[in-house]
């Protein structure tokens, strides 16, 4: 049985810093793919961050740029996502995807189909 269960979540302050991370178990990952997505209240479930099978690409949605960072470590089958100078609109739920494919094509949840029950991150202004 796959199982991907993230950790780090929390309550911070505007400004401050969470570090996700996300494991895996039943299966390795170490040749997909992987991200990170997010669902607020009322609204749909969005990219946030993803890596490819190497850890060689990254890609970002625009708004976490330079604030997020995702890294994995495939000898322990998990994938981290640093957030920095949070905002209150960063608050959702953070979920955790393994892909179908090596690398990440843009083409946000249909390339991923295996998923974490999430995480909450709230941020205080």
């Known amino acids: 049985q796959v199982q991907l269960v993230e950790s780090g979540g929390g309550l911070v302050q505007t400004g401050g810093s969470l570090r996700l991370s996300c494991a895996a178990s039943?299966?390795?990952?170490?040749?997909?793919?992987m991200g990170w997505f997010r669902q607020a209240p009322g609204k749909e479930r969005e990219f946030v961050a993803a890596i490819s099978w190497s850890g060689g690409n990254t890609y970002y949605r625009e708004s976490v740029k330079g604030r997020f960072t995702i890294s994995r470590d495939n000898a322990k089958n998990t994938v981290y996502l640093q957030m920095n100078n949070l905002k209150p609109e960063d608050t959702a739920v953070y979920y955790c995807?393994?892909?179908?494919?090596?690398?990440?094509?843009?083409?946000?949840?249909?390339?991923?189909?295996?998923w974490g029950r999430g995480t909450q991150v709230t941020v205080s202004s």
């Open positions: 039943g299966r390795t990952f170490s040749s997909n793919a």
């Open positions: 995807a393994g892909g179908w494919g090596p690398d990440y094509t843009g083409l946000g949840l249909g390339e991923f189909g295996f």
